[in-house]
């Protein structure tokens, strides 16, 4: 069936508000087909692309891809370089269709280990769309979990002014603020493809409550109609957040 006809299938009172996709099998994509594995992360930015235009016709509120792991800097030098550059050079490509789309891009995750000239390269950018108020994407790009929990504890202590230590009480509100993901909802569901069953990292505070969706699909054969057959899925399901 065409993604079109499944998308009006949706009952659009049960959509989820934000989906965050862990895209896993560029390399595996890569190996099945006897060619390097630039040529499998390619294919992704192609996957990549037609979800964001699926989320979009979806309307969706919030979609957060993982593009970049901290653990990825584990990989080859050469790996990690075309990693890095086919990122940026993929939001310069695609920043003015995106704010063409109403489409609000912002990239999550820590600076460090990444030059001061690509966070001030990537900002730039992505700066173009914040007026935009259609689908807000969110890169997951040099981003850890565990680190993105240390970061936001340490700016906490930061705040805390000396001697009002014992006065002070960390709670869930406070932590929030101190997120990549501040104000944004957390994700409804996640979705990871390639058969791998587990978060690796990702969104692990924010993803408490988030229904689980397991295909066995390399990334770069996710299709437009798997993506809204996962959210015909998950209006399917029963949240019940703890309670009966």
Same mark, same amino acid.
């Given at each position: 069936m065409n993604y079109k006809d499944l998308i009006a299938k949706l009952d &659009? =009172?049960?959509?989820?508000?934000?989906?965050?996709?862990?895209m896993?099998?560029?390399?595996?994509?890569a190996k099945?087909?006897?060619t390097k594995r630039v040529f499998g992360h390619k294919k992704?930015?192609?996957?990549?692309?037609?979800?964001?235009?699926?989320?979009?016709?979806?309307k969706l509120e919030y979609l957060t891809i993982?593009?970049?792991?901290?653990?990825?800097?584990?990989?080859?030098?050469?790996?990690?370089n075309y990693l890095l550059k086919l990122i940026m050079d993929s939001l310069i490509n695609e920043i003015n269709e995106l704010i063409k789309n109403n489409v609000n891009i912002r990239f999550l995750g820590s600076e460090k280990d990444?030059?001061?000239?690509?966070?001030?390269?990537?900002?730039?950018n992505c700066k &173009? =769309?914040?007026?935009?108020?259609?689908?807000?994407?969110?890169?997951?790009m040099n981003y850890g979990g565990r680190r993105e929990l240390l970061e936001a504890f340490n700016k906490i202590l930061q705040d805390i002014k000396p001697g009002e230590m014992a006065d002070q009480k960390i709670d869930e509100n406070?932590?929030?603020?101190?997120?990549?993901?501040?104000?944004m909802p957390d994700p409804d569901m996640i979705i990871r493809t390639s058969g791998e069953k587990r978060l690796s990292n990702f969104l692990i505070w924010q993803s408490a409550y988030s229904e689980l969706w397991f295909t066995k699909t390399l990334w770069p054969d996710f299709s437009r109609e798997e993506f809204i057959q996962a959210i015909l899925d998950f209006q399917k399901r029963k949240r019940r957040f703890g309670a009966r």
């Open positions: &659009k =009172s049960q959509m989820p508000r934000h989906i965050a996709i862990i896993d099998g560029n390399g595996r994509w099945l087909h006897k992704g930015v192609e996957a990549v692309r037609r979800i964001v235009e699926t989320a979009v016709e979806a993982y593009a970049f792991s901290t653990e990825n800097w584990t990989r080859s030098k050469a790996e990690v990444l030059s001061e000239q690509y966070n001030k390269k990537v900002l730039q &173009k =769309s914040w007026n935009n108020t259609g689908l807000h994407l969110n890169v997951a406070m932590l929030k603020n101190y997120l990549y993901t501040a104000n």
